[in-house]
């Protein structure tokens, strides 16, 4: 695989996002996606997570995000119609070369891919993210990053939603020239957070830092269009 941005591709990218970016503020809405990807992990995970977090960013910070979250394919054009993909799962990942490709132009054009590990999602997220960006590793972000502060502040990093190895919450990034182009979650459980409280009964406090770490996330992505 060729593991550099082939110029065409980077302006088809940057051509698609302001097209249909454009065609998105005509309608006054926005939409995000969750990432559908092979290799058998369940992707889908958390069903309720994405359109309650949805109802929160438009309740609480007045975003005008359309309610109804997509899915969208690793290698499909379709990816860079969204300005915020969340992507989660237990599982094993696998990423092809052309998807690897396609995921790499998506986040090098404005995109921005948010990874939350659901326990047993770290390995192969890792290794996959490689293909798209050999040349960058996921280093932690200090807690002095916008991302902790851009509308909800917490002084601490991540909160912590769900044990699992009794390990603290980091918050780790792929940057690329300076800009946070890819966030990962790693031993909270965010998009657990956003469920519907019936699923796993957590106290609406949990829920409620959850929901606002979701939306600081949301909020740095839209900046960065």
Avoid at 188 to 212: C, F, H, I
Wanted: hydrophobic share 40%; net charge negative.
């Amino acid at each position: 695989m060729r593991r550099s941005v082939v110029s065409f591709g980077k302006i088809v990218g940057l051509v698609a996002f302001v097209l249909i970016g454009s065609a998105t503020f005509a309608q006054s809405s926005l939409k995000i996606a969750k990432l559908k990807y092979g290799g058998g992990g369940d992707w889908y995970a958390n069903k309720t997570s994405l359109s309650n977090l949805i109802k929160f960013c438009n309740t609480e910070l007045k975003m005008n995000i359309n309610p109804a979250e997509d899915v969208v394919e690793v290698g499909s054009p379709d990816i860079f119609a969204y300005p915020f993909v969340h992507m989660t799962g237990h599982g094993n990942v696998v990423f092809s070369d052309a998807e690897a490709q396609n995921l790499r132009n998506y986040l090098l054009s404005g995109g921005f891919l948010h990874i939350d590990d659901n326990y047993g999602l770290d390995q192969f997220v890792r290794r996959e993210m490689k293909k798209v960006f050999p040349e960058l590793s996921f280093v932690e972000l200090p807690f002095d990053h916008q991302v902790y502060r851009i509308k909800y502040v917490f002084p601490e990093g991540l909160p912590k939603v769900h044990e699992h190895d009794g390990k603290q919450p980091q918050g780790f990034g792929l940057i690329w020239q300076g800009r946070l182009v890819c966030y990962y979650s790693y031993e909270t459980d965010l998009g657990n957070g956003w469920e519907d409280q019936s699923v796993y009964n957590d106290p609406e406090e949990m829920r409620r830092k959850a929901l606002q770490m979701g939306a600081n996330l949301l909020s740095y992505a839209f900046m960065i269009l």
